[in-house]
């Protein structure tokens, strides 16, 4: 059974920035496509960020192009995602997730395994 468990989280003001992690254990972790959604309350879960089982392909969603960075380390079993320039708008509860095939199908939000979440609060 894999299991994900983010850290990372919390409350900062606009401007700064926030490292999120997400460790993955009881899987095949290098051959997973990992990546990152939100959801903010009163709001459908939202795709933020994926990365290919390589890190060759990336993608992201249009609000977080030039901010957020996903990144991964295959040896620590972990997935990274790197807020800058955080804005009020960017406030949810943020989930790693896994799809066993491919980035893609996390784009379209088919999510193998989720982890339970961690707070992002960015205050004006």
């Known amino acids: 059974q894999v299991q994900l468990v983010e850290s990372g989280g919390g409350l900062v003001q606009a401007g700064d920035s926030l490292r999120l992690s997400c460790a993955a254990s009881?899987?095949?972790?290098?051959?997973?496509?990992m990546g990152w959604f939100r959801q903010a309350p009163g709001k459908e879960r939202e795709f933020v960020a994926a990365?290919?089982?390589?890190?060759?392909?990336?993608y992201y969603e249009d609000s977080v192009k030039g901010r957020f960075t996903i990144s991964r380390d295959n040896a620590k079993n972990t997935v990274y995602l790197q807020m800058n320039s955080l804005k009020t708008e960017d406030t949810a509860v943020y989930y790693c997730?896994?799809?066993?095939?491919?980035?893609?199908?996390?784009?379209?939000?088919?999510?193998?395994?989720r982890g339970q979440g961690t707070q992002v609060t960015v205050s004006s």
């Open positions: 997730a896994a799809n066993a095939l491919n980035a893609e199908r996390l784009v379209a939000k088919q999510l193998d395994y």
């Open positions: 990365i290919s089982w390589s890190g060759s392909t990336i």
């Open positions: 009881g899987g095949t972790f290098s051959m997973d496509a």
